[in-house]
Structure formats: structure tokens, C-alpha cells
């Protein structure tokens, strides 16, 4: 699974630090270049000082009157990212690598990759999924820079099998399910879904408003998934192929929290020869394992390190903040 805010993700209990779904076949020697990390765009204490934030009927907002509900809303997403960023520097320092303006720009096509093959249709998604996730300029910028750094760091780490090839092979042309899924951090809440469930109420609305998986903003729709994806965990795939279509699982314990599935439908074999898709499928292994280790980097760097905040609203929100990575 992937960390919370980690990833642009179409697996379970994901939001934006990461790009899943895509990986590189470029090997980390091809990262050891001019240094290029996020820049912030963050107002002077003079600017912040000489005007409102915002003014409404002639009157203004101070920043002081925003920055308290600013940090209680996002402040502690905000500082996670922050805080793999300076992890990452760290461990890049310590490994002698650097991430050049290509390794982050090679980012930006490895997501309009991996949402479609039609680049205008791949543009037109990417832009609704930073609309959903709130990536503006600056935090999509951080966002492929820590993509570009985990990838440098991950492509060490791993190793093209056979089996890797097979599952990239069924993953693209065997049998796969289309589900929606609704994450929920614990027991209680999985309750109280399956009760609004039982009433009634429709699968796709109650994602929309109780998921707190990237998936929450189609109604929790997944793309299809094989038997064999390793970019869910092996316990929510078996469930998903036990499940009959159309119907819905019981709670599925994930990392982090919870999963109801609903079968939708189930995608054949194309029958592709796997010698014909050698190629593309190397590259999809290769891919998935980079994914798998970028998570597992982002979840341990994450995990050791402890800021010490000053800010009680801030302190707040870091406390609240989804934690799917721990």
C-alpha cells in the first residue's frame, strides 16, 4: 500500500506524495546531476504585513485570522510532505545521488503514462486528479521532485524476476475485476457503512463522502485489477476474486484500515502471446517494482522522522492527519 499522501494512486488508501502506477526504466545513474528540490513560494512577513489576505464587502481578511484554519485544515499534510522532502535530501546526500530537472520532468510523463495511452485523454485526466487532490503549481512541482528522489533511490533496490514478468503480463492482458472499494480507518466505521449499505444507500455516494482512499472522487471506482497485481495487497485481491459480480465483500483489513468492495464486472483475456509483450511487460514489472519499494521508502523514512512542532494548530493537524503509512 501506498503512504498517505504519498502517491498519485490507483491502489488503496492513497493521497498525494507519490505518483503510483508508473515507474521508470531509467536506472539511477541517469540522476547524478544539477540538484533541483522544491522552491517555496511562501509571502515575506513585510508582504503579509502591508495586505489582507482576501477582502470581502470592502473589509479584509488578515492573513492572522486565516493562518490558524489553514493549518487545522491542511497544515499537517503540508508538514508530512515537508518532512519526506527533508528525509529525502538526507538520503540522497547519503547515497550520492541528485535529482536534475529531467529525472522530475520524467515524472510528469511517467503519470500521463500510466492514466492513459491517448495523450489528450491522459492531459485531460491528470488535470482532474490534481484538481481533486488540490496540486497546484507548487505542490506538483514537490510532488515529482519527491517521485524523482524515491525513484533514485528505489531503482537500487530492485530486480526483474520472471514471476515480476508473468504478473505485469496477467496484469495487462489476463482476467481482471473492475471494483469499487470505500477505505475507512477502523472496525466501527466499516459497521456503519455496511448499515448504510443495507439501507439502501448507493455504494458510489457513500465512497464519495466516507473513503479516504484517492479513489473517493469516482465514487471509489478502481481500474481493472489481476489476480497477480502487486499494487494490492495480496489479502484485497483475493477477496476481490471470491467475490461474486455484483456483489459486496465484507471488510477487508489493509493496511492502515479497511476495505468494502463492490464487484462491478470482470474484464476476459485478450489473449496476447506473452513473447509478442515481452518487451512492454519488462517494463511494467520493472515499474511495479519501483512503486512497491518507492511506497515502502516513503513509509519508513516517514515512520523515523519525529519534527518537533511549535504551532498547537499545526500540531493538531499533524496529529489528525491520515496516517496509512505507519
Known amino acids: 500500500m501506498c503512504p498517505s499522501g504519498a502517491v498519485i494512486c490507483t491502489a488503496v488508501a492513497c493521497a498525494p506524495l507519490l505518483l503510483t502506477g508508473c515507474a521508470s526504466t531509467q ?65 540522497l546526500r547519503a547515497q550520492g545521488l541528485v535529482v536534475d530537472d529531467a529525472a522530475v520532468e520524467r515524472e510528469s510523463q511517467i503519470a500521463l503514462d500510466a492514466l492513459a495511452p491517448d495523450p489528450a485523454r491522459a492531459a485531460q485526466l491528470l488535470q482532474a486528479l490534481r484538481d481533486a487532490q488540490s496540486l497546484g503549481p507548487v505542490r506538483w512541482r514537490a510532488l515529482l521532485w519527491r517521485n524523482a528522489a524515491l525513484r533514485a533511490l528505489a531503482q537500487r533496490e530492485v530486480r526483474l524476476s520472471e514471476e515480476a514478468v508473468r504478473q505485469a503480463f496477467d496484469a495487462a492482458h489476463g482476467v481482471r475485476r473492475v471494483c469499487r472499494i470505500i ?6 466505521s466499516a459497521e456503519r457503512v455496511q448499515g448504510r449499505l443495507a439501507a439502501g444507500d448507493p455504494f458510489g455516494e457513500i465512497a464519495f463522502v466516507e473513503s479516504n482512499d484517492a479513489s473517493a472522487a469516482r465514487g471509489g471506482l478502481l481500474p481493472p485489477i489481476s489476480k497477480s497485481d502487486p499494487s494490492f495487497p495480496a489479502s484485497f485481491r483475493e477477496v476481490l476474486f471470491a467475490t461474486e459480480i455484483g456483489g459486496r465483500s465484507h471488510p477487508v483489513l489493509l493496511e492502515g484500515g479497511y476495505a468494502i468492495l463492490e464487484v462491478r464486472s470482470e474484464v476476459p483475456s485478450d489473449g496476447s502471446d506473452p513473447v509478442a509483450t515481452r518487451a512492454a511487460d519488462e517494463r511494467a514489472a520493472r515499474r511495479a517494482l519501483e512503486r512497491v519499494e518507492m511506497d515502502r521508502l516513503a513509509r519508513m523514512l516517514l515512520r523515523r522522522s519525529k519534527p518537533t512542532i511549535f504551532d498547537d494548530a499545526l500540531q493538531e493537524s499533524w496529529r489528525m492527519r491520515p496516517r496509512t503509512q505507519e
Not at 477505505?183 to 466501527?188: A, E, F, I, L, N
Open 183 to 188: 477505505v475507512v480507518p477502523d472496525m466501527p
Open 27 to 91: 536506472q539511477s545513474t541517469e540522476l547524478r546531476s544539477v540538484s533541483t528540490e522544491p522552491t517555496s513560494t511562501a509571502i515575506s512577513s513585510a508582504d503579509a504585513s502591508a495586505r489582507p489576505a482576501a477582502m470581502l464587502a470592502g473589509e479584509g481578511i488578515a492573513w492572522e485570522e486565516l493562518r490558524a484554519r489553514l493549518l487545522e485544515s491542511a497544515g499537517g499534510q503540508a508538514l508530512e510532505e515537508l518532512v519526506l522532502e527533508a528525509a529525502l535530501r538526507s538520503e
